[in-house]
């Protein structure tokens, strides 16, 4: 099965940029849809962006859309979240999840099997 290893978290001013990663190991990469999500404390696990198995299909949250960008390197086994133009509501702990499951891309938590111990993202005001 895949293990999942973010990284890239870290405190950003408002208005900022951060790229995420998402490192898979132990399965074979292509055949995992990749999903990330966020959890902010006191809220629910929201949907942030998804990608494919194959590159070319994604999909974003209204909320970060045209702020956020999620990427996959085939040759590194990574999934890349860059999201730019940081707003303090974006601060949470952000989760990569990967799932052999779906074909395109999925919105859903549930439909994801394997999740990364989670990155913090801080954003000041």
């Known amino acids: 099965q895949v293990q999942l290893v973010e990284s890239g978290g870290g405190l950003v001013q408002a208005g900022g940029s951060l790229r995420l990663s998402c490192a898979a190991s132990g399965g074979t990469f292509s055949r995992y849809a990749i999903g990330w999500f966020r959890q902010a404390p006191g809220k629910e696990r929201e949907f942030v962006a998804a990608i494919s198995r194959t590159v070319g299909q994604t999909s974003y949250a209204d909320v970060v859309k045209g702020r956020f960008t999620i990427s996959r390197d085939t040759s590194k086994d990574t999934v890349y979240l860059q999201m730019n133009s940081l707003k303090p509501e974006d601060a949470a702990v952000y989760y990569c999840?990967?799932?052999?499951?779906?074909?395109?891309?999925?919105?859903?938590?549930?439909?994801?099997?394997?999740w990364g111990q989670g990155t913090q993202v801080t954003v000041s005001s």
């Open positions: 999840a990967a799932s052999s499951r779906v074909i395109r891309v999925s919105t859903y938590f549930r439909d994801y099997d394997y």
